[in-house]
């Protein structure tokens, strides 16, 4: 069933078992789970099936960190930011979920098991291939693919390239045709109430001025990392620090995936073949998997991962690099090395690290760069860190909710950690004969934000180190509900997508059986 707010008479409440907030991956997740169930859903989505200027300025607000991308980083109508995802997925590994000695504010209050039976049903949503996330699944079905690296230091971590499933497109009709879900679009969530300690609903504006309300036994908000927080302080008529901030933590350990250039990486000519680890990967269908969707072709990208072993005995949190851009053959370019044996050979110490200028090699008698010459991009996790928030300001929007101010920090050890890591893959390519790499400090301005808003209604069975228990409840308010990555307490270094589904799969059947006590 289908609405939209401004045709709802003002003043109306409208009555539901579960109401969700937010129609993105999280949101349309858990209303298709629960289409055609004797328990009616309303799921408010703030913009329309198409995208509007006026709907994405009310994400406009402030930076006062690291710069990211506030607006456009996110979208807001139908289907959220799935509407510009590219589709890289990748399951998180069990150790990200533990909670490990040299990682602050690590670990999950479940294991990787927990999240188990959800992530082959996850990957079907997302429109990927068959659930193998192992390198030596897909050597086997694409006999000339080489992962060029896996040892007890680096291992290939793999991704899949999907077509990157636009949630709203694909799931709208079913949604639309369930008669138990009522999709109502332009609504503008204000406020959640309460009654004592358990939610009663929430009050919803329209951008023309309407105003209605939903009654509903459980709500659930799924509006993404930093909308989440956003209206959990703004709710604050009742509890003046705003719902579920009994210890000052929501908003809190804001995290992004961020790529970081960290030197260049000349590859051994006589290295296998490094395409599964360059930027665009290999296209899955040389294992004869055909695109069902018939958007775009599904892809494998491998990135080189620090083994769990490897990042322990370097005190860093979880990391991966990829090449992440190939620079061309230039015969005019100074030369300062004959042929290749001078990279593979004793250089700087044994540290596997390379003067930039040593790049040369010698063709046909010319001496050229190497076409196997990339720039090293850096993916580590970050560390969930107190003072990376987002707070509200006093700037008030067109409704009249505060807008955001984002603090995105990193743990001050962060940046020494992405250099650590740097030398451990370098000295490990260099051990195995496959290259050499010149590292550079990471610049702390220079990060490139992965758009994956996470952490700021962190997971944790504690009330005072969590927003959240391990089943997405808000911990002093009953039957309210948080989906998506803004409960990751850890995040890892694979994108959040796919577990962002998993996530709502488990609340999902959560929820059915909570309602059918």
């Given at each position: 069933?289908?609405?939209?707010?401004?045709?709802?008479?003002?003043?109306?409440?409208?009555?539901?078992?579960?109401?969700?907030?937010?129609?993105?991956?999280?949101?349309?997740?858990?209303?298709?789970?629960?289409?055609?169930?004797?328990?009616?859903?309303?799921?408010?989505?703030?913009?329309?099936?198409?995208?509007?200027?006026?709907t994405?300025?009310?994400?406009?607000?402030?930076?006062?960190?690291?710069?990211?991308?506030?607006?456009?980083?996110?979208?807001?109508?139908?289907?959220?930011?799935?509407?510009?995802?590219?589709?890289?997925?990748?399951?998180?590994?069990?150790?990200?979920?533990?909670?490990?000695?040299?990682?602050?504010?690590?670990?999950?209050?479940?294991?990787?098991?927990?999240?188990?039976?959800?992530?082959p049903?996850?990957?079907?949503?997302?429109?990927?291939?068959?659930?193998?996330?192992?390198?030596?699944?897909?050597?086997?079905?694409?006999?000339?693919?080489?992962?060029?690296?896996?040892?007890?230091?680096?291992?290939?971590?793999?991704?899949?390239?999907?077509?990157?499933?636009?949630?709203?497109?694909?799931?709208?009709?079913?949604?639309?045709?369930?008669?138990?879900?009522r999709?109502?679009l332009?609504?503008?969530?204000?406020?959640?109430?309460?009654?004592?300690?358990?939610?009663?609903?929430?009050?919803?504006?329209?951008?023309?001025?309407?105003?209605?309300?939903?009654?509903?036994?459980?709500?659930?908000?799924?509006?993404?990392?930093?909308?989440?927080?956003?209206l959990?302080?703004?709710?604050?008529?009742?509890?003046?620090?705003?719902?579920?901030?009994?210890?000052?933590l929501?908003?809190?350990?804001?995290?992004?995936?961020?790529?970081?250039?960290?030197?260049?990486?000349?590859?051994?000519?006589?290295?296998?073949?490094?395409?599964?680890?360059?930027?665009?990967?290999?296209?899955?269908?040389?294992?004869?998997?055909?695109?069902?969707?018939?958007?775009?072709?599904?892809?494998?990208?491998?990135?080189?991962?620090?083994t769990?072993?490897?990042?322990?005995?370097?005190?860093?949190?979880?990391?991966?690099?990829?090449?992440a851009?190939?620079?061309?053959?230039?015969?005019t370019?100074?030369?300062?090395?004959?042929?290749?044996?001078?990279?593979?050979?004793?250089?700087?110490?044994?540290?596997?690290?390379?003067?930039?200028?040593?790049?040369?090699?010698?063709?046909?008698?010319?001496?050229?760069?190497?076409?196997?010459?990339?720039?090293?991009?850096?993916?580590?996790?970050?560390?969930?860190?107190?003072?990376?928030?987002?707070?509200?300001?006093?700037e008030?929007?067109?409704?009249?909710?505060?807008?955001?101010?984002?603090?995105?920090?990193?743990d001050?050890?962060?940046?020494?950690?992405?250099?650590?890591?740097g030398?451990?893959?370098?000295?490990?390519?260099?051990?195995?004969?496959?290259?050499?790499?010149?590292?550079?400090?990471?610049?702390?301005?220079?990060?490139k934000?992965?758009?994956?808003?996470?952490?700021?209604?962190?997971?944790?069975?504690n009330?005072?180190?969590?927003?959240?228990?391990?089943?997405?409840e808000?911990?002093?308010?009953?039957?309210?509900?948080?989906?998506?990555?803004?409960?990751?307490?850890?995040?890892?270094?694979?994108?959040?997508?796919?577990?962002?589904?998993?996530?709502?799969?488990?609340?999902?059947?959560?929820?059915?059986?909570?309602?059918?006590?």
């Open positions: 069933m289908l609405d939209r707010a401004d045709e709802i008479p003002r003043g109306t409440t409208l009555q539901a078992a579960v109401c969700i907030v937010g129609g993105g991956a999280a949101g349309i997740t858990i209303a298709r789970e629960l289409a055609d169930t004797d328990h009616d859903v309303i799921l408010l989505e703030s913009g329309t099936f198409e995208f509007t200027e006026a994405q300025n009310l994400y406009r607000g402030t930076m006062s960190g690291i710069p990211n991308n506030l607006v456009g980083g996110r979208l807001r109508f139908f289907g959220g930011t799935t509407n510009h995802w590219a589709g890289q997925s990748r399951p998180m590994d069990a150790v990200d979920f533990e909670k490990r000695s040299w990682v602050a504010n690590s670990g999950w209050p479940f294991g990787r098991s927990e999240l188990d039976p959800y992530y049903k996850a990957q079907k949503m997302c429109d990927l291939g068959p659930f193998e996330y192992d390198a030596s699944f897909w050597e086997k079905q694409i006999p000339d693919l080489q992962t060029l690296i896996d040892t007890d230091t680096v291992r290939p971590a793999i991704y899949q390239i999907g077509p990157g499933t636009h949630f709203g497109e694909k799931y709208r009709t079913v949604l639309e045709e369930s008669e138990n879900v999709v109502v332009g609504a503008n969530v204000s406020n959640v109430r309460l009654q004592g300690r358990r939610v009663a609903g929430v009050d919803v504006k329209t951008l023309d001025g309407n105003e209605i309300a939903v009654d509903a036994e459980i709500v659930v908000l799924a509006m993404g990392g930093i909308e989440n927080p956003r959990l302080l703004a709710s604050n008529t009742q509890r003046t620090a705003g719902l579920g901030n009994e210890h000052d929501v908003g809190r350990y804001f995290m992004d995936h961020s790529l970081l250039a960290t030197g260049r990486v000349v590859i051994s000519d006589a290295a296998p073949n490094p395409e599964l680890f360059f930027f665009v990967g290999v296209p899955m269908e040389r294992a004869g998997i055909k695109d069902r969707s018939g958007a775009l072709p599904r892809y494998l990208l491998g990135h080189f991962a620090l769990p072993r490897a990042s322990r005995e370097a005190q860093i949190p979880a990391l991966s690099a990829l090449l851009g190939r620079f061309p053959g230039d015969e370019a100074p030369i300062a090395s004959a042929d290749i044996a001078s990279l593979i050979g004793d250089v700087e110490g044994r540290t596997g690290v390379v003067r930039p200028e040593l790049v040369m090699i010698e063709i046909n008698g010319r001496r050229r760069v190497s076409t196997n010459y990339f720039e090293l991009a850096v993916n580590m996790e970050p560390t969930p860190y107190a003072e990376s928030r987002v707070t509200l300001t006093t008030l929007d067109r409704l009249g909710m505060p807008r955001v101010d984002l603090a995105w920090r990193f001050p050890d962060d940046y020494a950690s992405v250099t650590r890591g030398a451990v893959l370098a000295r490990e390519l260099a051990a195995q004969g496959l290259g050499r790499v010149h590292l550079q400090p990471p610049e702390p301005l220079a990060v934000y992965g758009n994956h808003h996470m952490g700021t209604t962190r997971m944790h069975q009330p005072r180190k969590g927003v959240v228990d391990q089943h997405g808000v911990h002093d308010v009953a039957n309210l509900y948080i989906a998506g990555s803004s409960v990751f307490p850890a995040s890892g270094f694979s994108n959040p997508t796919l577990t962002i589904t998993a996530l709502a799969l488990r609340m999902a059947e959560r929820l059915q059986k909570v309602l059918d006590q």
